[in-house]
Structure formats: C-alpha cells, structure tokens
C-alpha cells in the first residue's frame, strides 16, 4: 500500500461534503469514520474488509465471489456495520486531480484523497501489513479477531465461522462492560484481561482503557503500571509516526521514565525504548540516542545490563567523534552497530 500523507484542505473537503449525509448500512460502506458511527449508533460490531482490488488477486476474487454478493450482504448488514477499506491504485489515480480539471473535479478529487488518507490510517492502527484482511472489530473499534481467507471461500464458509465466533464475540463484549462499569478491582482486572486476548499490534483501539488503569492504579500496587504506561506510549508513537516525526515517537517513550511509582528498572527500560525507536527508525541524531543511552544507565547502575549500555554509549561517542573529524572509516556507518546489527 501505498505511502499517504494527510491533507489537511483535502479533509476539509471531505468533512463538508458528509455533513448531513446519510449513510447506506444496507451494504458495504467505504470509509471508516462513517462505518464507526453507524456502529456506535446501532450497536452493531464491524466486520472490516482491507483489499487492493485492482493489484491483488485474492483480495479480489474474495470480495467478487462473496463478499459482494447481495445473499452476503442482505444476510450480514444486519449483524455487523460492513466496512470496506479498498486501496487500489486507481483510487489513488483518481485523487489526483488533473491541474486542467474543474472546481468539481478537483473536490471530488480532494474528497476522495481524504477519504484514503483517513482509511490508511486504519491500516496503521490495527497493522494491517498485507493488501487484504477481514477484521472483527467491536462498535466502538475494539479488535475482536481477524478471519483467514483464502480464494475457495464460500458464503458456506463464512456462516461457520461466524456462528463459530458468536461464543468468543459474546466474551469479548462482557469483558469490554466489565471494564466498563463496576468496582475499581473488577475493572481493573477486566483490564488486564482485555489486554491479555488482544493482540499486542492491534492494541491502539483499546488504549484509553490503559489510561484508565493508570488512573486507578497510581500508586502501582498491581505491579504493572509500567507494562500500560508502555502501552501509551506506544499508541502516542504511532500517531507520532502518522505525521513522520520519529524523535516525537521515541520521546513518548522516554516520558514512561518520569513517573515515578515505577521501578529504577523499568525507568531504564522506558529510555531504552526511546533509543532503540530510534535506531530501528534509521534516524541520525546520534547525540540524542546517546542521551537516552545516558539516562538508561543513570536510572538503574547496577542493572543486569548496564554493562551493555556503556559499551553502546561508547560505540556512540565513537560514532559521533568519526562523523565530526570526517574519518573515512566512519563512511556509511550507522547506529544499527549499536545495537549490533
């Protein structure tokens, strides 16, 4: 899938034009944001299609053969809020508008360009790393499961996995209430249990319930305050990493570090996060990952893996004194040695 950077006149185009509109869940609905208000509105759990229809056969052949079909439609717009998230090229063809073209071309052009822009990010939140997958989500966005495909699907096949799911559906949604509602301790272990069956790259939805906990849990009696405090950090470095700015996305983490009901370890691992960001980013602010170097080490000295984290601060300093004398031996050479890659 293609790289989309947001455009914030384009998504105002966008807003204006669905102002009052009215959304048909009587079939597939193409943007995201619409297909979150219909299930927030209905109840309803969202069945999720990502495809590249025009590049990718099996997405496809998938979504002519079934999912398409008004007997699937007919049958499932009732149950769940079904959202189709294509990614063609030829959407992105079309959404650049032809400096020739007229006023209304060049909005509906700008409409439909923010409208991708804001389904790619749909894609990030929930990892979609392949041009096609079918998520279950819950009405308010809660990754329930993700559904194998394969291009032998049958309207057949789809009916028995879904009446194979109604069980752990029913769970999800009770534990989601838990979380909800009731005292500070049920809460707070409806918490750790939603955490616990999400898959950790598709956790972005449910974060507010991490800062939930935090709240309840400032004093970090349960012993995992650190384990949400990462969780945030995570989802704040994701939209970091929306609007490409990595250094944003590697401080999220080094802010773990500034509470203080956590432990000297757990202080140092946060700054470790943020350099390590940095590294696996290919980023070059060597002096800045030096720092966070610096500070992991001064949060916990006597750490299993101080040792480590000098010789990576010194592989650092070196890094940086080659660059600054324009050593030839220094030529290409990047963090990743610091990391030992």
């Not at 979609?128 to 279950?136: F, G, K, M, Q, S």
């Not at 350099?275 to 001064?298: C, I, N, P, Q």
């Amino acid at each position: 899938m293609k790289k989309i950077f947001v455009a914030l006149t384009a998504l105002g185009v966008l807003l204006l034009a669905s102002c009052g509109k009215k959304i048909d869940s009587s079939t597939w609905i193409d943007n995201y944001a619409d297909a979150q208000k219909v299930a927030q509105k209905s109840g309803k759990n969202m069945l999720v299609y990502f495809s590249a229809l025009d590049y990718n056969p099996m997405s496809k052949a998938v979504y002519e053969n079934v999912l398409s079909k008004d007997d699937f439609t007919k049958k499932y717009s009732n149950e769940f809020v079904l959202t189709h998230l294509d990614f063609s090229e030829s959407l992105y063809i079309e959404a650049e508008a032809d400096e020739n073209a007229s006023k209304s071309e060049k909005a509906a052009a700008a409409a439909l360009k923010a409208k991708l822009d804001g389904n790619f990010k749909i894609v990030q939140y929930y990892d979609v790393r392949e041009p096609i997958a079918l998520l279950l989500l819950s009405k308010d966005g809660y990754f329930i499961k993700e559904f194998d495909l394969s291009e032998q699907l049958t309207l057949q096949d789809f009916d028995d996995y879904f009446v194979s799911s109604e069980a752990e559906i029913t769970k999800f949604n009770e534990i989601v209430a838990s979380a909800q509602k009731g005292s500070k301790e049920e809460k707070m272990q409806a918490i750790d249990t939603l955490f616990e069956i999400t898959n950790p790259d598709r956790n972005y939805a449910i974060c507010p319930f991490a800062e939930e906990y935090i709240k309840l849990d400032t004093e970090n009696t349960s012993g995992k305050l650190f384990d949400y405090l990462q969780v945030i950090a995570f989802k704040n470095a994701v939209d970091h990493l929306i609007s490409e700015d990595i250094k944003g996305a590697a401080e999220e983490f080094a802010k773990v570090a500034e509470n203080n009901a956590i432990k000297p370890e757990e202080k140092q691992a946060a700054y470790i996060s943020a350099a390590y960001y940095l590294v696996s980013s290919g980023y070059t602010d060597y002096s800045l990952m030096k720092d966070y170097f610096e500070r992991a080490y001064t949060a916990a000295p006597e750490s299993e893996i101080s040792a480590s984290i000098l010789s990576s601060i010194n592989q650092l300093e070196k890094l940086i004194a080659g660059f600054a004398e324009g050593a030839d031996g220094f030529e290409g050479a990047s963090a990743n040695s610091v990391a030992g890659e």
